[in-house]
């Protein structure tokens, strides 16, 4: 239930809630009750719909302040984007998503959907590809279901999809052009924890006129965004890759 309060714009009633659970409106009211108590939903008064509750601030803020690949990657986030002078994400696998852990905006604001504790798609964002190239298993729980279409740029082919993959894990370094948003492109890398599984990516997102040169991302920027990600590792106790 909270999952569709959070994924859904606006307000929901309870008949719209049951609907889409398939369950009894009395199970949800009571569900919604329970919920409201704890302060995970509220209610509007007046139409009596509900919408997330602030409690689930505090909880999101607490899971942030104990997340050690975002306290590790602080200062080297601030270090890339004093660097490139673009906007930094740090990411980490959610299921089919990437959730966005930290970011550091720079002169080029990129939209809402890279704010911190946004979930973003993996097979349409740097972030993402950079984590698929490297994890097979969230390769294919992705490509095993329909590809959402964000731009003309999107690819939502599986198989081109794995190709591109196979490509990223070779050369170690992600990019996607205006795949999800217009006029937005970005370089990404790989982040290892000590086991040497990749827990998370770190990308530079910006004007395309910026990140790109000749239709490419900008070898500096790619290697500028590596060099992050390998610290970061090293930060994680990671074997150098």
């Avoid at 504790?117 to 097979?123: N, T």
């Avoid at 329909?146 to 740029?153: D, G, K, R, V």
């Amino acid at each position: 239930m909270l999952r569709l309060l959070a994924t859904r714009s606006g307000r929901r009633g309870v008949a719209d809630l049951a609907s889409e659970l398939e369950l009894p409106k009395g199970t949800v009211y009571h569900i919604l009750r329970t919920l409201q108590t704890v302060g995970f939903v509220e209610q509007d008064l007046e139409s009596g719909k509900y919408q997330l509750g602030p409690a689930l601030l505090h909880i999101g803020s607490r899971y942030l302040a104990g997340s050690e690949l975002r306290q590790r990657s602080l200062a080297w986030s601030e270090r890339l984007a004093a660097q490139t002078d673009e906007a930094v994400s740090i990411g980490a696998p959610h299921e089919t998503l990437v959730l966005v852990v930290h970011q550091v905006f720079r002169s080029f604001e990129i939209p809402q959907a890279f704010a911190v504790g946004s979930l973003v798609p993996a097979h349409a964002t740097a972030l993402g590809k950079a984590l698929l190239a490297r994890r097979s298993e969230l390769a294919g729980a992705v490509t095993g279901r329909e590809l959402a279409s964000y731009t003309s740029a999107t690819v939502t082919d599986p198989a081109a999809l794995n190709t591109q993959l196979q490509t990223i894990a070779s050369r170690g370094w992600a990019d996607e052009v205006e795949e999800l948003l217009q006029g937005v492109a970005s370089v990404a890398a790989p982040i290892e924890s000590r086991q040497r599984v990749v827990i998370g990516s770190i990308a530079v997102s910006g004007p395309i006129e910026r990140v790109c040169a000749d239709g490419l991302p900008r070898r500096e920027l790619v290697d500028q965004v590596m060099d992050s990600a390998r610290a970061i590792s090293r930060e994680l106790r990671g074997t150098a890759w």
